[in-house]
């Protein structure tokens, strides 16, 4: 079993940035994938970021990209989503997931282990 735990979330203005965090402990395995996903009110679990465990891939999605920049640290079993120049429609509850194995989905039916969501507000 893998346990996802994510921190940072926040409130913020329009153009201002956050850093979440998404700490790993349990069974994670050498390759994993882990990725990012938003869902926003009434609106479906969408993609945002994905990284390979040794973080040479990422993937992003457009609405993100020269926006958001995914990092890890093996040594931590960490994750970090540094977004900057925030705009009003990154609102939503912001999960982090965990896949073991060489892909990278992009799909959160490609996710095996969720986090349990931190919220990021964006005002204008």
């Known amino acids: 079993q893998v346990q996802l735990v994510e921190s940072g979330g926040g409130s913020v203005q329009a153009g201002g940035s956050l850093r979440l965090s998404c700490a790993a402990s349990?069974?994670?395995?050498?390759?994993?994938?882990m990725g990012w996903f938003r869902q926003a009110p009434g609106k479906e679990r969408e993609f945002v970021a994905a990284?390979?465990?040794?973080?040479?891939?990422?993937n992003y999605a457009d609405s993100v990209k020269g926006r958001f920049t995914m990092s890890i640290d093996n040594a931590k079993n960490t994750m970090y989503l540094r977004m900057n120049s925030l705009k009003p429609e990154d609102t939503a509850v912001y999960y982090c997931?965990?896949?073991?194995?060489?892909?990278?989905?992009?799909?959160?039916?490609?996710?095996?282990?969720w986090g349990q969501g931190t919220q990021v507000t964006v005002s204008s």
């Open positions: 997931a965990l896949d073991p194995g060489y892909q990278i989905p992009v799909t959160p039916a490609g996710y095996e282990y």
């Open positions: 349990g069974r994670t395995g050498v390759m994993y994938a």
């Open positions: 990284i390979s465990w040794s973080g040479g891939s990422t």
